[in-house]
Structures are given as structure tokens and as C-alpha cells.
């Protein structure tokens, strides 16, 4: 398999939320833990550096603010590899935000690239779905926690 070009990952939801309460949700861990990872050294802030922990899966990632544009922008970079991940917030007269995520800069083998690049998707799929199950409704969906479940794995063998 041969890639004509690097993929950039693109997901993107509508949060029927003021913006400064989308935007909040993602650079305060004490509402994206509800609907990402578990735990975080702290807040994203301007040129910060924090740990983020999916302690379910005994993973976690260091993550650099690249710029941070309040209500409007997120740029980081998470390391291993290191790859961008940026967040754009459009905020509509009617107090609805769109939320759009795009990452990129892949590394590997096409195949682990492309790889990579699907399973990226499918994750940051998950978290606006979550996002937006907390903040419309204040339901705590679990998508991230259960979509590698071990309790599934257990009972299917």
C-alpha cells in the first residue's frame, strides 16, 4: 500500500451549547473527564504542558499547548508520536458551537498510518458524541471507557 498523501483526520460535531461552556469543557478536566480521559495534571492553558490518563487502560500521553485561542482555537501536540490535534469553535447566534477536530502528522508504515488515521477518527467521534450527551442532556455516555471494554472480552470467551 502506497499513500499519495498524508491523512488528516476531520471530525466534527454540533454542541447545542453556549461556546465558553464548549470550549470549557475541553480545556477543564474536571468536565472532560467526564466524557475523555480520567485523569489530568491540569488545565490547558497557554503554552502548558499536562499529562493526560485513561487509567482504564493504563495509558496516558503528555500533551503540549501549542495555542490557545480562547473560545475560538486548541492546538497541541500529544506525544508518541508527536502529533497535532486541533480544536476550532464556531459559535452561532442561536448559543449552538460546532465543534471541529482535525489531527494529523501519522508516522509509520502506510498501513500503521492509515491505521492510526481510522482509529483517531473513530475516537474522536466518540468524544463529541460524549461531549454532547453531557452538555445537552448531562448524561455520562462512557463511550471512550467502553468501547475497548475488558468486561466485554471476558464474557465473549
Not at 16 to 36: G, K, L, N, Q
Request: with cysteine; glycine share 4%; charged share 20%.
Amino acid at each position: 500500500m502506497t499513500l499519495q498523501q498524508a491523512p488528516i483526520v476531520k471530525a466534527q460535531m454540533l454542541i447545542r451549547r453556549p461556546v465558553t461552556e464548549v470550549f470549557e469543557a475541553f480545556i477543564d478536566p474536571a468536565v472532560t473527564t467526564r466524557f475523555w480521559f480520567t485523569k489530568s495534571s491540569g488545565k490547558l492553558e497557554p503554552s502548558a504542558k499536562v499529562r493526560w490518563d485513561w487509567e482504564m487502560y493504563g495509558v496516558s500521553t503528555q500533551v503540549s499547548v501549542k495555542q490557545l485561542e480562547q473560545n475560538k482555537k486548541i492546538l497541541i501536540e500529544w506525544d508518541d508520536p508527536p502529533c497535532p490535534v486541533e480544536w476550532l469553535f464556531t459559535s452561532y447566534a442561536d448559543n449552538t458551537t460546532l465543534v471541529r477536530i482535525a489531527n494529523w502528522g501519522f508516522r509509520g508504515s502506510p498501513e500503521e498510518v492509515m491505521a492510526q488515521a481510522i482509529d483517531s477518527m473513530g475516537g474522536f467521534s466518540f468524544v463529541l458524541a460524549g461531549l454532547k450527551a453531557l452538555l445537552e442532556h448531562n448524561i455520562s455516555l462512557n463511550l471512550v471507557a467502553d468501547h475497548h471494554s475488558t468486561t466485554v472480552d471476558k464474557e465473549s470467551t
